[in-house]
């Protein structure tokens, strides 16, 4: 028996898109199909610094550190590790509030290709308050469109979730995460 498959994917977009409820469904679904996995949660969450519109530079170089470190973490223990977020659409954040950092942004450039997924959640509703994050439609636009101008800009391609379509958003990602995870076919003589 082989080494097992190893995957990482991020949800990736503005906040109070449903990332997180993503990430765990996701994670609950291939936990029932025994895929052994980790996932890593939103570290905005932890940041002793301001966020949101009051971020800058220390507040999201500790997040991007953070999120770096507990995907070594997670890849060295598990051979799937689903990812709450990405380093560039923590590094958007710091884009808004202090535009380019020459350091963080080779770091961003180097660290988005140890993903195999990323997955882009669309905005399909204001966000609702839950005591930490934006809540300001505006704000979370802005995030959005510099989440897919850095995937332009970087040539990158995630797998874009249809707005029209929440119900099959879990479905759609299961079933690329599994294609994915398919043992390659030998070929047929």
């Known amino acids: 028996m082989g080494e097992p498959q190893r995957l990482k994917v991020a949800f990736i977009g503005s906040h109070g898109v449903g990332k997180t409820t993503l990430c765990y469904g996701l994670a609950a679904r291939l936990k029932a199909r025994d895929v052994s996995l980790e996932v890593v949660h939103e570290v905005a969450r932890q940041c002793p610094l301001p966020i949101n519109q009051q971020t800058g530079v220390a507040s999201q170089s500790w997040i991007l550190h953070t999120q770096v470190a507990a995907e070594i973490l997670a890849a060295e223990r598990y051979p799937v590790v689903v990812c709450d977020r990405s380093v560039l659409d923590n590094y958007v954040y710091m884009l808004l509030a202090a535009g380019s950092q020459r350091a963080l942004d080779a770091m961003v450039e180097a660290w988005m290709a140890t993903y195999d997924l990323l997955v882009m959640v ?14 300001d439609p505006t704000f979370q636009h802005a995030v959005e469109d510099g989440v897919r101008r850095e995937l332009r800009r970087r040539d990158l391609s995630a797998l874009a979730l249809d707005p029209g379509d929440r119900d099959g958003w879990l479905t759609l990602v299961e079933e690329e995460v599994m294609t994915r995870l398919a043992p390659p076919q030998l070929p047929l003589l």
């Open 122 to 135: 669309p905005i399909i509703e204001e966000p609702s308050p839950d005591g930490l994050r934006a809540t």
